[in-house]
């Protein structure tokens, strides 16, 4: 009993060593795959509750997820559909990319000196706390209900996560690394490109991924409330015109571009960020 003990914990210990030294481990199910699989389990018993609800009238003028899912499908194949995302996409992209430049541009100065980023704390706190749907009449005054009034206000919503996220990021250096790199008398643009950028590229990740949820939002919101375009003014136009299905329709769309951009973002902060102990991972 007491050999066969042996040569079994001696498999088990040389299998090990062998499974260690190939820098793998062995794991059970993955637990992503676990996770995915519950979402839509959840997902699915929404849509249930939903079905049977509306079925039985419990929601009133709500349609049920079939009909809903046939107004999307009558959407995409009538072509309906395009202009509407053209227009919301372009608001979107437009105001993120001015929201991370010049988030950027004003995070870092403010970030690294001490006294600047004092100065104007409160001034920051107290500007990002102001919806930025509020200036919809002073847009509007300005700009009327084009295009340009959604990139606007969408940026001005979007701007203050990426100034914080920036100084956050340039104001977490750490102060033996920056000591060394004083000590040696490294040249400015090599710290800025070695140390400053590194250590503020992925509290820049995270800012940009708010940035283009809060663009996306607001624009949506922004176009319902003047109404300026884009699927916001097609709920709208749905809505008045008693074509309900085709307003739940339009906003599930939203919803699944949202998903779809931050999924993107994900993957490439994924990629981008792959050298940094957050995104590292064992191999399997």
Do not use: N
């Not at 995915?36 to 039985?56: E, H, K, N, P």
């Not at 990002?128 to 606007?152: C, D, K, M, N, Q």
């Not at 690394?177 to 590229?201: E, K, N, Y």
């Not at 003047?226 to 309900?244: D, K, M, R, T």
């Amino acid at each position: 009993m007491t050999v066969t003990t042996r040569k079994i914990s001696s498999g088990l210990q040389s299998k090990s060593d062998t499974e260690l030294k190939s820098g793998k481990i062995v794991r059970g199910p993955r637990p992503r795959s676990i996770k995915l699989l519950s979402q839509l389990c959840v997902f699915v018993l929404i849509l249930g509750i939903w079905q049977i609800a509306a079925m039985s009238g419990q929601l009133g003028a709500v349609p049920t997820p079939l009909i809903v899912g046939g107004a999307v499908l009558s959407l995409i194949v009538d072509g309906s559909v395009w202009s509407p995302l053209a227009e919301t996409l372009i608001s979107w992209f437009v105001s993120l990319v001015l929201a991370v430049v010049i988030g950027v541009f004003l995070g870092f100065p403010l970030g690294i000196s001490k006294v600047a980023y004092r100065l104007s704390v409160f001034t920051l706190d107290f500007l990002r706390t102001i919806p930025a749907l509020v200036f919809v009449p002073l847009v509007v005054l300005l700009y009327g209900s084009g295009i340009e009034s959604t990139i606007l206000l969408a940026f001005v919503g979007a701007v203050w996560a990426m100034i914080m996220q920036t100084i956050y990021g340039a104001r977490d250096l750490e102060p033996v690394a920056r000591d060394t790199f004083r000590s040696f008398q490294v040249r400015r643009w090599d710290t800025v490109r070695h140390l400053l950028i590194p250590t503020a590229l992925p509290y820049i990740a995270t800012g940009i991924r708010l940035a283009a949820a809060i663009c996306l939002l607001i624009s949506i919101s922004a176009q319902i409330v003047i109404p300026a375009g884009g699927f916001g003014e097609q709920i709208v136009a749905s809505q008045l015109g008693g074509a309900i299905a085709q307003m739940f329709a339009y906003i599930f769309l939203c919803g699944v571009l949202g998903v779809g951009i931050d999924a993107v973002f994900a993957y490439f902060e994924r990629r981008v960020l792959a050298w940094h102990p957050s995104h590292r991972k064992v191999l399997s």
